[in-house]
């Protein structure tokens, strides 16, 4: 017994997770098929490749591409589905899930808010129910789009599924002359009617985009974020202040904001002693799930068990989860942990 087989088994939590980049391979091209949608590809081994990224615009290409295999309510509710799932055989006992509903409602389908809220709650009560896999969701503004008006509308529509599981708004696509001070407004209005604000931030633009984002957004969290460690007036504030860093190693592998798991700055991280959480990102697309950024980092850096279930309980505690329901969640992990490392690790220590 392991090391490895203890990651495995452990309840987890997921914070970063975006619906439209977990679509699983095989679905994506039945839906692409029955759309009529045209792909460059048309196999799953097609697809790894196709997901080989040269930069984080070509990436953000791809995820148009994929998202314009989406035509239906019932199409964003089997993906859901399915997401939620593979959440379940990994054990990730919550997740709180980003969409990006715009895309679904501008494009030539117009998928209403209401109808892919609806869609979205059916896959939730089922997944409740069913697996014990609790989820909540965060729609998130696509940055480059204008004119700005329609990240009221999103901001708006999120407030209007606050009784369906919607707790924060986020932003995401191109940071690079998309800064956070442009959706001052729509965070405004979500923060007012107690939604929490979780951009993303600090990926492809530094510092300055990551201040953007806490002093314009008040982010409660900030995705992704490891470019923080450029501003060492940052590194202070964001220690003293332990807001939360959504981290997601293999996606700044394959986005190219580090060279390779081995110069991944996580370790630097967590020694500045910031909060960080682990998380996937887009999973199928970098190739990953969250159980296996955590086999990862264990074997990259050596990690041991302690830190393992440190940054596992990091991550149900910068959950968006009511304070009651995180302590709750706390002991119970805690208490699995202890019978699992009984039952993995007894033949010695950590590997
Ligand atoms: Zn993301």
């Given at each position: ?17 975006h619906l439209?980049?977990?679509?699983r ?17 048309d196999?799953?081994d097609?697809?790894h ?9 070509h ?21 859901a ?19 990006t ?39 998130d ?10 990240s ?23 940071e ?10 729509a ?6 009617a ?6 993303h931030a600090?990926e ?11 002093k ?18 940052l590194v ?9 860093l ?8 394959c ?15 967590l020694?500045e ?14 190739n990953t ?5 955590y ?11 302690d ?23 706390e ?13 993995c ?7």
């Amino acid at each position: 017994m392991s090391l490895e087989n203890f990651i495995r088994a452990i309840p987890k939590v997921e914070l970063h997770v975006h619906l439209e980049g977990s679509i699983r391979p095989e679905t994506l091209l039945i839906l692409a098929r029955r759309n009529g949608v045209s792909l460059p590809v048309d196999s799953v081994d097609g697809l790894h490749e196709w997901y080989t990224f040269t930069d984080f615009a070509h990436f953000i290409e791809i995820y148009i591409a994929v998202c314009s295999c989406i035509c239906t309510p019932d199409d964003i509710e089997l993906i859901a589905r399915q997401f939620l799932q593979g959440q379940a055989e990994q054990n990730i006992r919550y997740s709180e899930v980003i969409f990006t509903p715009y895309t679904h409602y501008a494009s030539e389908h117009a998928i209403q808010f209401v109808d892919q809220l609806a869609a979205l709650s059916r896959a939730r009560d089922w997944a409740t129910v069913e697996l014990g896999a609790r989820v909540n969701w965060v729609p998130d503004i696509s940055r480059s789009i204008r004119p700005l008006d329609h990240s009221l509308t999103v901001a708006d529509w999120a407030i209007s599924g606050k009784d369906q599981g919607i707790i924060a708004l986020g932003i995401g696509g191109p940071e690079i002359d998309n800064p956070p001070e442009l959706f001052t407004d729509a965070f405004i209005r979500v923060r007012a009617a107690g939604l929490a604000s979780v951009p993303h931030a600090g990926e492809t633009v530094g510092p300055e985009s990551i201040w953007g984002a806490l002093k314009t957004l008040h982010a409660n969290r900030i995705g992704h974020g490891v470019r923080c460690l450029e501003d060492p007036q940052l590194v202070t504030y964001l220690r003293d202040t332990q807001i939360p860093l959504d981290v997601s190693p293999s996606s700044n592998v394959c986005l190219g904001v580090v060279s390779s798991l081995a110069e991944h700055p996580l370790p630097r991280l967590l020694e500045e002693g910031l909060y960080v959480t682990i998380n996937s990102d887009d999973p199928p697309m970098f190739n990953t799930t969250l159980t296996n950024e955590y086999l990862q980092i264990t074997d990259t850096f050596g990690f041991d068990v302690d830190t393992i279930e440190q940054l596992v309980l990091n991550g149900v505690r910068a959950s968006l989860l009511s304070p009651a329901e995180r302590e709750e969640m706390e002991q119970q992990f805690k208490t699995e942990f202890s019978q699992l490392r009984d039952k993995c690790l007894q033949s010695g220590e950590s590997e």
